[in-house]
Every structure is written in C-alpha cells, then in structure tokens.
C-alpha cells in the first residue's frame, strides 16, 4: 500500500492494521518521521508530489526492497500539503519473516524516500522559507545500497 | 497541445505550476525554449543541477519528440521524508 | 518505559503515545515481533520473565542504548504467559534526532532481547513443546555491537 | 532463610519453580549441593553450559556467601523478543 495524505494520518492505526492476520510473518519494522519545529509555530513544512507519478515511483522502490529483503508486505504513507509541527510526515512499514530483513528494508525505504522519491519539501522557519535538497550524509546513506536503487542520481 | 508542470523552487521561480501550450513544440528541447523565452531567472533554474524532466510520466534524458496531449513535469532535486 | 504485560497489548497505541509531543525529535523506529503459527493453533508461545530483574535489566541496556545512539527517548513492552498466534510479542520504540540512529538502537536493542535479557521462551508445536535458545543468527547478530552490550554471554 | 527460583527449562526439569531452604546455606555452593541431593537430573541441567545465578538480582560467577533472606535465582540460556 503506498499512499499519499493530504491531512494527518493516524500511524498506529496504520501499524495495527499492518500487523493484522500476520501470524505468518514474525517481524514488523516501521520509521515514523516527525515534522520538527517550535510548538505553536506555523506549519513548518510544506510537502508536494506529482499525483499519480510520486506514488507509481515509490511504488516500483517497494517491488525492488520486497524481492531484495524477501518482504511479506510493505506499506508507505507519506503526507503532501501544510505540515505542523510534531505531525508525522511518512510513515514506512515493512514485514518479513526475521527482523535483520524488516530493519534493511525499512531503512533502504527511508534512504530512498529521502533522496530519490519525487516529493519537494519546504522548510518555514523565522529565516524565511527554503526547499529542502538531499544532505550529504543523506546522499551518503543511499549509497550505502549500491546502484540498484531506481534511477542514478541526477 | 502540451501540458507543463513544475515542482519545487521551479514553481516558486516561475510564478505558475501548470500551463498548456497550443500547439505542442516538436521536441523537449522547443518546448523549453518556448517556457524560457523571456524568463532569464526560469531559464537557470530549469538548467540548474539536478533537475529532471518526465515526459508522460517517464522520465527523460536530454531531448526528445513529443507528440499532442504530452504532459511534461520539470522536477528539482527531490527529497521527501 | 520498560513493561512487561501479561496480556495482548495495542502495539498502535503505544506508538501514537511514544510519537504524542515530539515535534523536537524528527525520528521515530519501532519493531513488533509477531508470535508466528498456524490460526486457531493453541497459543504458540510462553515467555518466562523474573518480574523486577527483567524490567532492571533491560532499563540498563536501554539507558546503555540511549547513550550510545543519543536517543531522546526509548520504550519496550514485551509481553509474559502464553501467547497466541499473531499476537504482539514485544515491542521496541526508539526516538532520535536522525533516523540512522533510531533505527541501529532499535536493531541493537531487539539484538539483546533475543539473546541476553532474562526472558525464556517455550515454543508448543504439533511435535511439543520446547524451550528456544539465541540461534546462531542471534548470536551473530549480536556480536555485531561489539562487547559494550551488557554481560559477556555465559 | 533462602528463597530459591527457578526459570526456563530448570522450571521443567525440577518440577518446581520457587522453593524456601531453612536455614540458609553458607554458600552458593552449598545450597546448589542440597537443591540436587537426589536429583541427577536436576543437577545436570544446573550444570548446563549457559545457566547463569543471580543472588538478590545480581549475576553472580562462581560461589559467593550468601546472607539470611537470600533470593536466588538459576537462569538457563536466555531468549526474550
């Protein structure tokens, strides 16, 4: 299931809902990210997707980490539009039969999401606003997984 | 026709995220030619490091034909997360 | 928080809790570990625990744990008794500042509970039942992190 | 007095899982001597490589005195997760 929200979204619900009817499966790894920022600021982020593009593009990650990791069952809520503080921004899921492949993948998920996925994300602080690019160590994180990941970077 | 769409800082530079060009330049490369025209700004933006074009939802390397209805997204670096 | 629950707990909840006022931390990861079996089979499981010293140890790794990854937050529940299939076994939640973090404490920590906290487990299976040693994959595992985790295996 | 607790396979092996002996013995070795009197069996499993004690919740190596009220635990090769 890979699906993007245009307002919050509720991850233990999702979390649940995943490890139902898993008594197959044994290990459920998930990342949560966080819009940071001061309480009671605005909305410090803004997220945009290309409808339809962005999901069918994260979509063929999640084929390429469950034939890599041997996953049961993967799933990706990433939200789009005016992000609070605090709120989560993506939720990944992944189930596998032990926990090194449910963690590998979560993980390799998360580089990718954070790199390679075609979202744009604003960040609003005091400063003013900027669009937020990959970090090195962010760059450095994705080639930890060698060049099997989607396209080269541009 | 050719439909255009931009992301990012590409949108925040433009002033626009979407329009139609009537009828469809031949090629990628017109079709920039046409979007730049008289927007120096836009056009160091659009050959900025980079960004990424799709063309009907695939994406390109350097030119190619387009024929009528092409959707064409002009992407900046991504990050999502 | 560290608690052992003798009774099915809501992984979900626990997640959306963990996650509730976190707009400093950016990054949250979590395992479930899932009792495997067949629907219907009989509970598949029984953890032991030393109510007191399991809670203390594992409070010792994760303060342990919290230092060696800067974690801003860590919490484990780990279900005790019998177990039905599908039913949450534990669950680990680690909060960070950035997602590698999270993630390896979470790892790390999963590594230590499958080989070195004071919690045995009896698996039942058609052919009985049977009392479950780390396998040599845990043992593996857990070497990864070199000698800082806890006590020297036995 | 000490309490005695069992966990794990130990728990199987001796039918029990939580035994007080009056008086305490001296030692730890003295008490493991009087929890196997008759049990070969029981003695084995004490043996077993990865069993590991604990007097009042702290992991003990080899022998150590032990005091009045006492609490000691036999743990067999852990597995928690």
């Given at each position: ?10 991850p233990?619900?999702e ?17 949560v ?44 809520v ?10 989560a921004?993506v939720l990944v899921l ?61 | ?81």
């Amino acid at each position: 299931m890979i699906a993007l929200a245009d307002r919050p979204f509720d991850p233990g619900a999702e979390l649940n809902r995943f490890c139902q009817g898993r008594a197959a499966t044994g290990a459920v790894a998930s990342f949560v990210g966080i819009a940071r920022g001061e309480a009671g600021q605005d909305a410090p982020l803004e997220l945009q997707a290309y409808p339809g593009f962005t999901e069918a593009e994260i979509g063929k990650i999640a084929r390429e980490a469950t034939g890599r990791f041997a996953l049961q069952d993967v799933a990706i809520v990433h939200r789009v539009g005016r992000i609070a503080a605090g709120e989560a921004i993506v939720l990944v899921l992944t189930a596998a039969a032990h926990r090194r492949e449910a963690f590998e993948a979560c993980d390799y998920l998360m580089d990718y999401l954070k790199t390679r996925a075609p979202l744009w994300k604003k960040e609003y602080g005091p400063a003013g606003a900027r669009w937020v690019e990959p970090t090195a160590r962010d760059l450095a994180d994705v080639g930890r997984w060698g060049a099997a990941q989607g396209d080269d970077p541009p | 026709m050719a439909k255009v769409l931009l992301f990012g800082r590409l949108r925040d530079v433009a002033g626009w995220r979407e329009r139609l060009y009537e009828p469809a330049p031949p090629t990628l490369a017109a079709l920039k030619a046409l979007i730049v025209a008289d927007r120096l700004d836009l056009a160091a933006a659009l050959e900025a490091p980079g960004v990424q074009a799709a063309v009907n939802r695939v994406l390109v390397r350097g030119d190619c034909a387009l024929g009528d209805g092409a959707e064409v997204a002009f992407m900046p670096a991504m990050s999502g997360g």
